[in-house]
């Protein structure tokens, strides 16, 4: 050993003083069975007393390989995967995919498409601000809040029942358009539900928004800097808070919305109580933009012939099966209720017209070769969609923030590659760093900020 080298000992008083400072941190799980983490999420935390000294986040317990998935089958067959990201919002999901394919293929969808997706992009994601609040205030006490905003967010789920035939796993975007036009009563139902929507909101700003005991759990809580969340890349209700006002519908216009005239609410110390009134305040904001839409949405061309009488699928089936086939073309087959609104007379109205992306009205499906053909080209494995080789990147702003979908393709039926940008991913990443510091009883107030959608950030 080197005369230049030094050994430093402990006195076993100083050992022992080591010993007791770790003993007298307690090291605890919250999750992944703890019902205010949703289920599927873990946060280890070092506890001294009620005080966090540090704090690591585990994910990945919903994962279902939905970028995997997604290149095992042909391009249509992955709308029933984006439901389940945010399968809260799912329709925005549908709409963001949807939009990247259509972008790789070059197509234009009809204009009354555009705002069917603007109308119920919105109204999900109104949906997706009355569960977090709802959920985050019932996770803080106020249990009366949360029954509330699920009345309020059953209405909206009956207006998207009405409409794609589902209330959460829809599968309602197709490319180059939406699975079926709008009911004929959907516009007077969904002002009715706007209408018991915002005196809702406003009950609960009174329950809530002056309420002593919510705003010493929220203001002042969870704390992020617009540097930080910008480092982090965090985007949506979660970096608005911090007083930066960047929105994919404004940044960078999609659809309709730069045809309406809406505002994009902003926070200004980055704290729970800041992203509360965002998420309060982007209510409002979508239903205006809801009732802009509806105002402003054509009816569009439809350009088909309707001359013909109504025979039933299964006449007209038989009639074909023995060479009876003259006139047939004229013929209209009288559809099922689950087909209504996918037939010829709004065809056109909702699809992009192009006979490489979409599957043909299902009276002509029925009723003529030529369309039964295009259908199977569409729906057959091996044929299908084909984009052109090349790659893409599509964004919308999702009910956590930018929602982004990359595709890779190859020129085949099947997508090549498939990347999602979930939004919530990044807050979650700061997480640790913000609930640090804290008290133990102040996780649950900001992991409610955060909207963690376990199939979106898991995916």
């Keep these: 050993m080197s005369d230049s080298t030094t050994i430093?000992?402990?006195?076993?008083?100083?050992?022992?003083?080591?010993?007791?400072?770790?003993?007298?941190?307690?090291?605890?799980?919250?999750?992944?069975?703890?019902?205010?983490?949703?289920?599927?999420?873990?946060?280890?935390?070092?506890?001294?007393?009620?005080?966090?000294?540090?704090?690591?986040?585990?994910?990945?317990?919903?994962?279902?390989?939905?970028?995997?998935?997604?290149?095992?089958?042909?391009?249509?067959?992955?709308?029933?995967?984006?439901?389940?990201?945010?399968?809260?919002?799912?329709?925005?999901?549908?709409?963001?995919?949807?939009?990247?394919?259509?972008?790789?293929?070059?197509?234009?969808?009809?204009?009354?498409?555009?705002?069917?997706?603007?109308?119920?992009?919105?109204?999900?994601?109104?949906?997706?601000?009355?569960?977090?609040?709802?959920?985050?205030?019932?996770?803080?006490?106020?249990f009366s809040v949360f029954l509330y905003m699920m009345k309020?967010?059953?209405?909206?789920?009956?207006?998207?029942?009405?409409?794609?035939g589902a209330r959460i796993t829809i599968s309602y975007g197709r490319i180059g358009g939406v699975k079926a036009d709008l009911p004929k009563e959907f516009t007077e139902q969904c002002r009715q539900a706007l209408k018991k929507t915002r005196e809702v909101l406003e009950e609960v700003d009174g329950l809530l928004t002056r309420n002593r005991i919510f705003m010493d759990r929220m203001r002042g809580v969870g704390v992020i800097s617009a540097e930080d969340a910008i480092s982090f890349g965090i985007t949506g209700p979660f970096l608005r808070s911090t007083g930066v006002a960047y929105d994919v519908r404004k940044a960078w216009p999609y659809l309709v919305y730069d045809r309406m005239n809406f505002d994009v609410p902003v926070g200004t110390t980055g704290d729970n109580f800041d992203r509360y009134l965002v998420r309060m305040e982007e209510m409002q904001q979508s239903m205006r933009i809801i009732e802009q839409a509806l105002d402003q949405i054509p009816e569009g061309p439809t350009n088909i012939d309707h001359e013909g009488r109504v025979i039933e699928p299964d006449l007209m089936a038989d009639l074909g099966k023995f060479g009876k086939t003259a006139g047939l073309l004229k013929n209209e087959t009288l559809l099922e209720p689950t087909l209504e609104g996918t037939g010829k007379r709004v065809h056109l109205q909702i699809r992009a017209n192009d006979k490489d992306a979409w599957i043909p009205p299902k009276e002509q499906v029925y009723s003529n070769i030529e369309a039964l053909m295009n259908h199977f080209k569409i729906i057959m494995l091996g044929h299908g969609i084909r984009p052109p080789k090349g790659e893409v990147y599509n964004m919308v702003e999702g009910?956590?923030?930018?929602?982004?979908?990359?595709?890779?393709?190859?020129?085949?039926?099947?997508?090549?590659?498939?990347?999602?940008?979930g939004p919530c991913m990044r807050p979650m990443a700061a997480l640790a760093g913000i609930i640090t510091g804290g008290q133990m009883a102040d996780i649950i107030a900001t992991f409610g900020s955060v909207n963690m959608i376990a199939g979106e950030l898991d995916r």
């Design 152 to 164: 309020a967010r059953e209405w909206l789920y009956e207006l998207t029942e009405n409409v794609t």
């Design 399 to 421: 009910g956590n923030g930018e929602l982004g979908f990359y595709i890779v393709s190859d020129g085949t039926d099947r997508p090549w590659r498939v990347r999602c940008n």
């Design 8 to 142: 430093t000992t402990k006195t076993p008083e100083e050992t022992k003083q080591e010993v007791e400072k770790s003993n007298k941190n307690m090291m605890l799980n919250v999750g992944p069975s703890h019902p205010a983490m949703h289920g599927v999420i873990q946060i280890s935390v070092e506890l001294e007393g009620e005080v966090i000294r540090k704090a690591d986040i585990e994910i990945g317990y919903l994962h279902r390989a939905f970028e995997k998935h997604s290149e095992s089958g042909t391009y249509t067959q992955v709308f029933p995967y984006t439901d389940r990201l945010n399968y809260v919002s799912p329709a925005i999901n549908n709409f963001g995919y949807a939009g990247a394919v259509e972008k790789l293929m070059g197509l234009e969808i009809p204009e009354r498409c555009k705002y069917i997706r603007v109308i119920m992009s919105e109204i999900a994601r109104v949906a997706d601000h009355l569960t977090c609040i709802g959920a985050s205030a019932m996770e803080l006490g106020a």
